[in-house]
């Protein structure tokens, strides 16, 4: 089965708007906020999200990329994965309200080992989870606080998320094992 | 990466790709909590038959701030000393459940040979062979030049047009031979300056230009200056006539120094003899990373450490 596009550009931009302004909600305002992004898809969207919460409160709000691979607790099952870099604002994120920021959650293995990396470069008040997509089948007790969109998809299935940055193109695309769009 | 005897053995997309994690590993000592959990439940021997300082405290650190398990283990005040040879050793670690040995032996060969024999499954770091080869101070070194001369933005950078000068006790030095096949791998040009009795039989086909005369090789310009050790341990024979001779000869002293450009690059591997090889204020100059090169050391040997001991399918 080819894989099939479930979101486009502009799918993708209006969830982040919306993402956007569901964190500017909840945290009543854009004070004390640090998005990170989880290499590699979600740094780019940690970078988007901070350009529109800038756009709509005026405000600058600190992002930077949160590097979770020497945290994972499946390396020595895997193959070698090499880290990326981790890049925290000047201020660094004592006592902010830290943001994660991923492309896809999926088994919550990911964010688990996000938490461990954190809490090894400071402490912040809040850590809330921002996913563009949520595709089930949670293997932690794990929950996103703000979600693009919902997906429902079977285990053997493969969801790709595109952008620009690093893909040239924005999409989300869903298909069986393998197929790559 | 199953083991790292030789640079030899290293392309130049692996040399980057070994410094580009050590980058990430540096990160980690710029912080409060100087600890990754990666290599958890890891053991890792360091099988020292030779005396060192800062390798095997480099190798027990790096280990350490992976949350690895480290065993140490040096030849004196050992069975070794007793006669056990190195396949009974080796099954011993291999009994033990090490994962990676660490090994620095006297005879050139010696990490190979614990990698064939079949004797034990862990992943073996050569951490100086006899006169062979010393890869991770080597990539130390790349690691170093790297950094001083791109700063942050060194990531997936070689050393292209790098000119290295490595000057002194070429023939008894595995760091001079590491450095050759590592620094011309990423680009660099690499000239070896040394009195003719220090310099190894059969370096025609070596990828390097040879010099006898430091001033002219200094005269040049080169982008590093890398001094060696004279090795006394190793010298059983008259390979010049007095230390004064060699200093004025072939050493950095407070002369060439000053003749240096502002931005030319010091090194020394250690341990220095200093005011033989290299002067007291050389060595504490700005242009010198004899520090840096002791700090960057550690996140080299987490780096290797971490791409051997990660994986369970080997890539």
């Known amino acids: ?181 | 990466m199953r083991h790292l005897l030789s640079t030899r053995d290293l392309t130049r997309d692996d040399a980057i790709a070994i410094l580009d994690v050590a980058e990430d590993m540096a990160q980690v000592a710029g912080r409060e909590v100087k600890k990754l959990p990666a290599l958890r439940g890891k053991t890792v021997v360091n099988l020292f038959f030779e005396d060192s300082t800062r390798t095997r405290i480099s190798f027990e650190a790096a280990a350490k701030r992976l949350s690895a398990d480290v065993i140490n283990f040096s030849a004196k005040g050992s069975s070794v000393s007793k006669g056990e040879s190195l396949k009974d050793t080796a099954q011993t670690l291999a009994a033990i459940g090490a994962d990676a040995v660490v090994v620095r032996h006297g005879a050139s060969g010696a990490p190979r040979v614990l990698a064939d024999g079949g004797w034990i499954d862990a992943g073996i770091v050569n951490a100086g062979d006899g006169t062979h080869e010393h890869p991770t101070q080597a990539l130390l070194d790349a690691f170093t030049i790297r950094r001083r001369l791109h700063g942050g933005l060194s990531r997936g950078r070689g050393l292209d047009g790098v000119s290295v000068a490595i000057v002194g006790d070429v023939l008894h030095s595995r760091v001079a031979r590491s450095n050759i096949w590592l620094l011309t791998s990423l680009g660099a040009t690499v000239r070896l300056v040394a009195p003719p009795t220090l310099l190894p039989v059969g370096i025609d086909d070596w990828p390097v230009e040879v010099s006898y005369d430091l001033d002219e090789s200094l005269h040049l310009g080169q982008t590093v200056v890398m001094m060696l050790r004279i090795q006394t341990e190793r010298m059983h024979a008259a390979f010049f006539p007095n230390a004064r001779e060699y200093s004025r000869r072939w050493g950095l002293d407070d002369r060439r120094l000053a003749a240096l450009g502002e931005d030319t690059i010091v090194m020394h591997p250690g341990p220095m003899n200093r005011g033989l090889e290299i002067s007291s204020t050389a060595a504490d100059s700005p242009g010198s990373t004899v520090r840096e090169q002791v700090t960057n050391g550690v996140a080299v040997r987490m780096a290797v450490l971490y791409l051997l001991l990660s994986g369970g399918v080997q890539s």
């Open chain 1, 1 to 181: 089965m080819p894989a099939h596009p479930v979101l486009q550009q502009a799918d993708i931009a209006r969830a982040l708007t919306r993402i956007a302004h569901e964190i500017l909600e909840s945290n009543r305002g854009p004070s004390g906020l640090v998005l990170l992004g989880i290499p590699s898809r979600g740094v780019p969207l940690a970078k988007r999200l901070a350009e529109q919460l800038n756009e709509i409160s005026h405000a600058d709000v600190p992002w930077g990329s949160l590097d979770v691979t020497l945290y994972r607790d499946d390396l020595a099952r895997n193959r070698t994965r090499t880290p990326s870099p981790t890049l925290l604002p000047p201020g660094g994120i004592d006592d902010a309200v830290v943001v994660l920021v991923d492309d896809v959650l999926y088994s919550g293995r990911t964010i688990r080992a996000a938490l461990d990396a954190l809490v090894d470069v400071g402490r912040p008040r809040a850590v809330r989870l921002a996913v563009l997509v949520d595709r089930g089948h949670r293997e932690l007790p794990i929950r996103p606080d703000f979600v693009g969109k919902n997906l429902p998809s079977a285990r053997d299935e493969r969801v790709n998320v595109n952008l620009e940055e690093l893909d040239g193109e924005d999409s989300v695309t869903i298909g069986s094992e393998g197929t790559r769009a």
